[in-house]
């Protein structure tokens, strides 16, 4: 048996949502030969007060500029 777990923000597409569990299952049947009853696939979407990078929370205004950052601030 086969679990996929996918992960993204929250507000994803329903089409998308759809389209990735159709390709995930697809390619698990073709590529290992899974029975199609055997592959289950679970997306999780994550709102953007609930994660960060470099630092900077989701809901940050200027999130994208901040969360590009290399070096610490000292």
């Not at 996929?4 to 507000?11: D, L, M, N, Q």
């Not at 389209?19 to 999780?44: G, M, S, Y």
Request: aromatic share 8%.
């Amino acid at each position: 048996m086969s679990i996929v777990e996918i992960y993204g923000w929250k507000g994803i597409d329903p089409e998308k949502k759809k389209k990735w569990i159709r390709t995930c299952t697809d390619v698990i049947a073709e590529q290992l030969n899974e029975p199609l009853d055997e592959i289950t696939v679970f997306i999780n979407e994550i709102p953007s007060e609930n994660w960060g990078q470099a630092g900077a929370i989701g809901t940050d205004k200027d999130w994208l500029e901040k969360s590009r950052r290399k070096e610490r601030k000292n």
